[in-house]
């Protein structure tokens, strides 16, 4: 909503620091200013609802748009090559307004059988309950998403690497497909990528939703999520989703992300050096029976990977002989490494996925689906985010608990 979008020409670290940014035309300050108001003094005597939203209309309520956060919005369309973003409270806040934004009772939503455990559980929970018919399919083939659509498909929704197996979905294969079945809408849940990887709006997908909790604000200190992608589909968005619905983002949060997002790019390479020299480390490891990492020439889709990521991220997993045991000790021996949830950070950290826990509680897959997900996962995997510390160190410290 800012009247000043600075559009840039430069390379990916010059927008990364400076889109969205200016100097405050009050003080001069270089830094960009935390504005914590919830309410904006008017000019004119306007309508007090969400339909009275023009383009230049200026701030009037924190809820409908913020200026701290706006400097955010503007510096991620700057990062996706997108027209619009909306930020949320939360990526759980980013998913949720586009699916219930978008899809009414009797419509029907693909979505892939792998991907982010609290979206999983929406798709089979909560969709379902609003009367919405969900299909699952392994996205990984581009034919299974084809095969699924039916009349009254209105959204296709992906993840790209999905967690935690680090599955590739062929992101212009799909947006293809739903162009040409009637321009059916695509998002694309792009945390792990990050647009320094994959920037989805130029493959032909619709909305790129962000955790802006990982890799984006990148220090493990602040949650928030965004949605990228046209100007109208976007105000559409900040309409339902972001003004009635209500989970948008605190600017005190889009103010530490502003900063982390700053050096996206240089993290992402970094990031990528170490779980390169993690991945090496541990598919050479007597103990460890298979690496997942897009950047390997082992990876089942590495072909894919190298077309569609121009960084392969931070994010591995691995199968061990014994991994609930394994586990335990890393709770209690690690000493660089937390063993926590979440990823992105610039700390390295770990956590134990049980393949049956897992489709219990989020996946619920059986037949060839479950078999393709253990192709990748066994009964268990180790999903590790590589953050910014020595590879060396890290290795380190797995070797000492692989024993
Ligand atoms: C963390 C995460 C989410 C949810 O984001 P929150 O900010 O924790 O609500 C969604 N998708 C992926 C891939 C994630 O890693």
């Known amino acids: 909503m800012s009247k000043k979008n600075i559009t840039l020409d430069g390379g990916p670290q010059t927008t990364a620091v400076h889109a969205g940014e200016f100097p405050d035309p009050a003080t001069g300050a270089s830094a960009p200013n935390l504005v914590m108001s919830s309410t904006y003094v008017t000019e004119e005597a306007a309508g007090f609802s969400a339909h009275d939203l023009g383009d230049d209309s200026g701030f009037l309520y924190s809820r409908w748009s913020n200026p701290t956060v706006s400097q955010l919005e503007h510096k991620l369309c700057a990062l996706e090559n997108a027209e619009a973003t909306l930020c949320f409270a939360s990526g759980m806040a980013a998913a949720s307004g586009v699916l219930f934004s978008l899809l009414s009772a009797g419509d029907h939503c693909i979505m892939t059988d792998t991907n982010y455990a609290g979206v999983a559980e929406i798709g089979r929970d909560t969709l379902p309950r609003f009367g919405v018919e969900v299909s699952l399919v392994d996205a990984s083939n581009p034919q299974n998403v084809a095969d699924a659509i039916k009349p009254n498909t209105k959204l296709i929704w992906l993840?790209?690497?999905?967690?935690?197996?680090?599955?590739?979905?062929?992101?212009?294969?799909?947006?293809?497909?739903?162009?040409?079945?009637?321009?059916?809408?695509?998002?694309?849940?792009?945390?792990?990528?990050?647009?320094?990887?994959?920037?989805?709006?130029?493959?032909?997908?619709?909305?790129?939703?962000?955790?802006?909790?990982?890799?984006?604000?990148?220090?493990?200190?602040?949650?928030?999520?965004?949605?990228?992608?046209?100007?109208?589909?976007?105000?559409?968005?900040?309409?339902?989703?972001?003004?009635?619905?209500?989970?948008?983002?605190?600017?005190?949060?889009?103010?530490?992300?502003?900063?982390?997002?700053?050096?996206?790019?240089?993290?992402?390479?970094?990031?990528?050096?170490?779980?390169?020299?993690?991945?090496?480390?541990?598919?050479?490891?007597?103990?460890?029976?298979?690496?997942?990492?897009?950047?390997?020439?082992?990876?089942?889709?590495?072909?894919?990977?190298?077309?569609?990521?121009?960084?392969?991220?931070?994010?591995?997993?691995?199968?061990?002989?014994?991994?609930?045991a394994v586990a335990d000790r890393m709770t209690k021996e690690l000493q660089i490494i937390h063993y926590a949830v979440s990823l992105g950070h610039h700390r390295s950290l770990i956590f134990w996925m049980d393949t049956p826990g897992l489709m219990e509680t989020s996946f619920r897959l059986e037949g060839d689906q479950l078999d393709s997900y253990k192709a990748y996962a066994g009964e268990g995997i180790f999903r590790m985010s590589v953050g910014l510390e020595d590879g060396e160190d890290l290795c380190a410290d797995l070797d000492r608990v692989l024993g």
């Open 159 to 324: 993840e790209s690497p999905a967690n935690p197996i680090m599955r590739l979905t062929d992101l212009k294969a799909i947006a293809d497909i739903a162009k040409a079945n009637g321009g059916i809408k695509t998002a694309v849940d792009s945390t792990f990528a990050t647009p320094i990887a994959t920037r989805p709006i130029d493959l032909g997908i619709d909305y790129v939703m962000h955790s802006l909790t990982k890799y984006m604000g990148g220090h493990g200190d602040a949650v928030g999520g965004s949605v990228s992608g046209s100007k109208e589909d976007i105000a559409a968005l900040r309409l339902e989703a972001g003004i009635h619905h209500g989970g948008v983002m605190s600017p005190f949060n889009a103010w530490l992300i502003i900063r982390g997002a700053a050096t996206l790019p240089l993290r992402m390479r970094a990031h990528q050096e170490g779980a390169l020299t993690v991945a090496n480390f541990l598919e050479a490891h007597p103990k460890v029976t298979r690496v997942m990492y897009p950047g390997l020439a082992s990876h089942p889709q590495h072909e894919l990977a190298k077309r569609q990521m121009a960084n392969f991220s931070g994010m591995l997993s691995f199968q061990v002989e014994d991994g609930a």
